[in-house]
């Protein structure tokens, strides 16, 4: 499948205001949190079924940092902000209280921007290039979402990440936070 700037092979996102653009060019999921949530749901849980592009395996999505970079096939991404739960989602998996209970799991899954375009298939294996010295995890970045304050100022730090974060932080920390976007 083709990575480029906006997008993952042929996805589409319904919601553009919510979804997608280039700091949410591709989404990536671990299948080991598929498996965890496949035991918590008793039922199997395919590749894909959370709307990601990308189904890795072997890599710690929600433990990754924000700002981390990694090699997806050809392609170079930067993991630039997180899955947040809303209505369309929880109306696919039509599971109760499916906002709530996956927002408490902490596995968010993490979107990525790409900084090079590249081809990604099957089996080709991601490979982490670079992570901040310091930072906060895809998780931390869902709990600032939620109203941690200490995580979201540090979370404003992270290099490569989605500008729309600053509106998140306007909420959470009450003021506006001047925050310089990456070129890219």
């Known amino acids: ?52 592009n990308i189904t890795t395996a072997g890599l710690d999505v929600s433990g990754a940092l924000m700002g981390e970079t990694w090699r997806l096939g050809t392609a170079v991404v930067q993991v630039a902000s997180v899955r947040i739960p809303c209505a369309t989602f929880a109306g696919w998996m039509d599971e109760r209280h499916w906002v709530r209970r996956f927002a408490e799991a902490g596995r ?38 939620y109203g941690d304050a200490g995580l979201m100022r540090r979370l404003l730090d992270a290099p490569g990440l989605d500008p729309r974060w600053e509106d998140v932080a306007v909420s959470v920390l009450g003021r506006s936070v001047p925050h310089e976007s990456a070129a890219g």
């Open 1 to 52: 499948m083709t990575i480029g700037r906006l997008g993952a092979g042929d996805d589409e996102q319904m919601d553009k205001k919510h979804h997608g653009g280039p700091y949410q060019a591709v989404y990536a999921y671990a299948r080991e949190d598929l498996d965890w949530w496949t035991e918590q749901l008793g039922r199997e849980l395919v590749n894909g079924m959370f709307g990601e």
């Open 108 to 145: 968010p899954g993490a979107y990525l921007r790409v900084l090079e375009e590249g081809v990604a298939g099957p089996g080709d294996p991601v490979e982490v290039l670079s992570r901040p010295p310091e930072g906060v995890t895809v998780t931390g970045a869902m709990r600032a979402y």
